[in-house]
């Protein structure tokens, strides 16, 4: 599995949870339906929030991804440097779905890169893997102060607040 980028992991997971927090429980696919049909058509009139996520929204459902290699490979890098490559890499279908794509991306091409790259990564979350931050994780490795006993304060610390201080 390939490491994405932080920050597209991150707006993976953050599009999971939109998504399941517009779905309810239970399910409600008309109230995601009207919130994903208002997106399109703020996109699509030329409007609409620049967001990546919401964005990402509006078109999880509607792209279909030519080359996934080749979004995996972008979503190490979450700036880029050229939309237009990404862009060949996904398409939307059918007549609002071709609009709205040539709408994002037209007007919004950097948010309409990372926007397809989060879609996709939330789509297939079996071919990435996100950097584990947890705190177990981050600290592996660390041997802590050898010196200082578990929970005791260091002579230093102790001094800062010491009322006699260096007094010699």
């Known amino acids: 599995m390939k490491r994405v980028h932080p920050e597209f992991a991150y707006q993976s997971r953050e599009l999971e949870g939109q998504i399941e927090g517009v779905l309810g429980d239970p399910p409600d696919r008309r109230n995601y339906q009207r919130m994903v049909d208002a997106l399109v058509s703020e ?4 409007g609409g929030i620049d967001d990546v996520n919401m ?8 792209l279909r991804f030519l080359d996934p290699k080749g979004l995996v490979r972008e979503a190490a890098d979450y700036e880029g440097i050229d939309p237009e490559r990404v862009f060949a890499m996904a398409q939307c279908d059918g007549d609002d779905g071709a609009a709205l794509y040539d709408a994002i991306t037209s007007e919004y091409p950097e948010l309409a890169r990372k926007a397809i790259i ?35 304060a260091s002579d230093e610390f102790m001094q800062m607040f010491d009322p006699e201080g260096d007094k010699e």
Do not use: C, H, I, P
Not at 55 to 62: G, P
Not at 129 to 141: H, K, N, R, T
């Open 43 to 46: 996109y699509t009139q030329g």
């Open 55 to 62: 964005m990402s929204f509006a078109l999880v459902d509607r």
């Open 118 to 152: 989060t879609a996709f990564l939330y789509k297939n979350q079996n071919r990435w893997e996100d950097d584990d931050q947890s705190l177990d994780q981050l600290a592996e490795g660390d041997e802590g102060d050898e010196d200082e006993e578990e929970g005791a």
